[in-house]
């Protein structure tokens, strides 16, 4: 892997393969009582977000804490970004610190490309405005794998506000690397410009492509971002874009649903269809400690997957 994870687009397939696999071994930590290794011992991860975040912050504290890194937990709030301080001149702190790792969620796209030009240790994007959030797609390939047992061949619906979706971008670049098809669904006022470019199918009908989907991945309406009306009303767009009971029972009997959170239940997604069989929703949260696990690992403590009695040695699980 390289130095740094900025975009999904740095993922080769044997990379991705890689943070896979690892997770894969990782994962069995949070079996254990102590749910700890000395992986990361000595090393500084600091988690600087910008933006709030309960899921990916909480994830990432978790997953440095589980391979024995030391956590500084950074928020804008009550620091002295508050107070007029620059990205330069933060990252040029957290660099005289000695930090070996930065997570970084920020509200300007493209803010951890120029962190990584400043500080020599590892920077990871944990979500950058509306551009990408590359540990959300490893997470949810993750967890696509685990349920279906394969990757290539997928055919993955993204559905709902592709226009201010990171998830979705980084989505579609990942799943495109490891083999599966992609097809977005939305209202043509919530999809990008250039979308056509992108690496797969764009479509406004929901119900032609559900019957088709092995994985139908319904995205948050980011009503935050939204300077304009996007749609005429929430029950319109809930009518034709929304995942209910009636649009569930057009699925195939093996077809997951995900949501990367959180989710407006009754707008975007039911009750009765998240909370049911079909639903990954939880497994993503458990899935994303350990991916995020095995990308701190990849990128500060070593370069092989965490698989075979060497590498269990190495990081510690065969120690109970």
Do not use: C
Not at 87 to 106: F, N, P, S, W, Y
Not at 142 to 170: N, Y
Not at 279 to 284: C, G
């Amino acid at each position: 892997m390289k130095r740094h994870l900025l975009s999904a687009a740095d993922l080769t397939l044997e990379d991705a393969l890689l943070v896979l696999d690892t997770a894969e071994e990782l994962a069995q930590v949070s079996e254990r009582t102590v749910k700890k290794l000395p992986t990361l011992r000595g090393r500084t991860v600091v988690n600087l977000f910008f933006e709030d975040s309960t899921r990916t912050k909480t994830s990432f504290e978790l997953a440095a804490k589980r391979l024995s890194a030391d956590v500084i937990n950074f928020a804008a709030k009550g620091s002295s970004v508050s107070k007029g301080e620059t990205l330069k001149d933060t990252a040029l702190t957290l660099e005289a610190m000695g930090t070996d790792a930065v997570v970084i969620r920020h509200s300007w796209s493209g803010a951890p490309v120029n962190l990584a030009r400043i500080i020599r240790g590892s920077v990871v994007n944990a979500g950058d405005g509306t551009h990408e959030h590359p540990t959300q797609a490893l997470l949810d390939a993750f967890t696509m794998r685990q349920r279906l047992g394969r990757l290539e061949g997928l055919k993955v619906t993204i559905v709902g506000d592709i226009l201010h979706s990171r998830v979705a971008r980084s989505n579609v670049l990942l799943l495109k690397t490891l083999g599966a098809e992609v097809t977005l669904v939305a209202p043509p006022t919530l999809l990008p410009t250039g979308v056509d470019a992108w690496p797969a199918e764009v479509s406004y009908d929901l119900d032609a492509v559900l019957p088709k989907s092995d994985v139908v991945m319904m995205l948050r309406v980011q009503r935050e971002r939204m300077g304009a009306a996007y749609f005429p009303s929430v029950r319109e767009y809930s009518r034709r874009y929304g995942l209910d009971v009636d649009r569930a029972a057009q699925l195939q009997d093996h077809t997951v649903v995900m949501h990367p959170g959180p989710m407006v239940r009754g707008m975007e997604i039911a009750s009765e269809v998240a909370d049911g069989l079909r639903s990954t929703i939880v497994d993503q949260v458990t899935n994303g400690v350990s991916v995020r696990m095995a990308v701190l690992y990849l990128l500060l403590g070593g370069s092989e997957p965490a698989i075979g009695s060497s590498s269990e040695t190495r990081m510690g699980v065969a120690a109970q």
